[in-house]
């Protein structure tokens, strides 16, 4: 299959420019090709933003075990909807993702259910080191260092230090400090409104979680990626460290607030939790200083019937892959940030963080995950048309600028005209830390 998209303005590693960019064999075989040849197909790119796809690194996909909220399936197609053209799923499925034996049965699920790339983490425990160290078809580990369910809790200094000691994957972290959710759980007697969950998993919890695993990546200098920064407090932590420390911030924290409560309740309880409004600009400029080089969505769907339980069993989490790149486009056109930047925050650092090869840039030989963007058409996120399972959106109602139209995976266009093929599912790529990258599942 060979594919012309013909005078896009491309958002190149060396600029922004129109050019016309050549697919075949599932990659880009060349940039303002002299003589295309023959094609299968041409696409008119005149007036719309050519980028590659968006790798999202932080995602929970439910699947196995929790498949009422979403699965790999329906997952795979919000990501396409939305631009998102390869995932990292985190291991807190049921069971979970803590063993090689675990790890090898979800690729295996995954192989006939996604139509965009795929990879998965592997989850520490107190206890699995030696499971960690004998698995490399993964793009890291990831440590709970705060709630989490079943063993994945893992908050004694010890376990911690051997994990960073003893295995040699990157490492990721949720960090929050478990004794002082605890204590502050205790203080307001377990809380009874939304509202008690930013009181309960405070700035004090990330910032004593984030400075411990800094310190432990820092002496063990184990690579190490702070997930969904939340705090103003935090991104003094993050300074200087070269590329042993990376860290992500998330759509929720950068735009919503403690305020939002009011009007949106539990459909923003996340951990962690959203902050004072004041903590949203300086995330914002942690990702313009980098900071802050990621930005992902911890996609976390729970069911409206589970979501609109009363505080404390209304559970965290709320799902964001299909709008999380029109969020930042819309903040394009609001002159707040540019498209250069948001490639590199959503496509080009994820790759370098997670040593994905040949992704994450528009350049010859790399793979044809590709999004074509409108950004003049304006669209509202309505609950009644995700993709997602769970069927809503913390941003119901709102109107934004600026929409991926088309997404090509490994050349393949799995999403247009609003719609996704899903009969491309199983024809997507998996992720093989061993392997440098990516390689198709049928090799």
Request: hydrophobic share 35%; net charge negative; with cysteine.
């Amino acid at each position: 299959m060979r594919t012309l998209i013909a005078n896009a303005t491309c958002v190149l590693p060396e600029g922004t420019r129109t050019a016309s960019v050549l697919i075949e064999n599932g990659t880009i075989a060349a940039i303002d090709p002299t003589d295309a040849g023959p094609v299968d197909e041409t696409v008119d790119g005149t007036g719309y933003v050519l980028m590659p796809g968006v790798i999202d690194d932080q995602v929970h996909f439910r699947d196995p075990g929790l498949t009422h909220k979403e699965d790999l399936h329906t997952g795979s197609l919000a990501c396409a909807k939305g631009g998102v053209t390869t995932f990292f799923e985190m291991p807190n499925t049921n069971p979970a993702t803590v063993t090689a034996e675990e790890l090898a049965k979800k690729y295996e699920l995954a192989s006939g259910k996604c139509v965009v790339n795929y990879g998965f983490y592997i989850g520490a425990t107190p206890d699995n080191v030696s499971e960690l160290q004998k698995v490399d078809q993964t793009p890291g580990i990831k440590i709970f260092i705060g709630s989490s369910t079943g063993n994945l809790l893992v908050d004694e200094q010890a376990a911690l230090e051997t994990i960073f000691a003893e295995t040699s994957l990157p490492i990721c972290a949720h960090c929050e400090d478990e004794q002082t959710v605890r204590a502050n759980r205790e203080r307001i007697a377990g809380g009874s409104k939304y509202e008690d969950h930013s009181l309960i998993r405070d700035v004090e919890a990330a910032v004593v979680a984030t400075r411990r695993a800094i310190d432990l990546a820092k002496r063990h200098q184990h690579r190490f990626h702070v997930l969904h920064v939340s705090t103003a407090a935090e991104i003094p932590l993050l300074k200087d460290h070269g590329n042993v420390i990376t860290a992500e911030a998330c759509p929720h924290h950068l735009l919503f607030s403690t305020e939002d409560y009011a009007q949106l309740g539990s459909l923003v309880q996340m951990n962690p939790s959203v902050k004072s409004p004041d903590n949203n600009g300086p995330l914002w400029q942690a990702l313009l200083d980098d900071t802050i080089q990621v930005i992902a969505t911890d996609h976390a769907p729970h069911t409206r019937e589970e979501k609109d339980q009363p505080y404390p069993k209304s559970p965290s989490g709320l799902p964001a892959v299909e709008n999380s790149l029109a969020l930042m486009l819309d903040r394009v056109n609001q002159g707040l940030c540019t498209i250069e930047q948001v490639v590199h925050w959503m496509c080009e650092a994820p790759a370098r963080v997670w040593d994905v090869v040949n992704k994450g840039a528009l350049k010859v030989g790399f793979d044809a995950d590709l999004v074509l963007v409108d950004m003049r058409k304006q669209d509202t996120i309505l609950n009644e048309n995700q993709l997602t399972k769970c069927g809503w959106s913390p941003w119901h109602g709102v109107t934004l600028t600026g929409w991926p139209i088309k997404t090509w995976v490994g050349g393949q266009l799995v999403f247009s005209d609003g719609k996704v093929n899903a009969d491309l599912r199983g024809t997507a790529a998996r992720f093989d830390h061993s392997r440098g990258g990516y390689w198709n599942h049928t090799l």
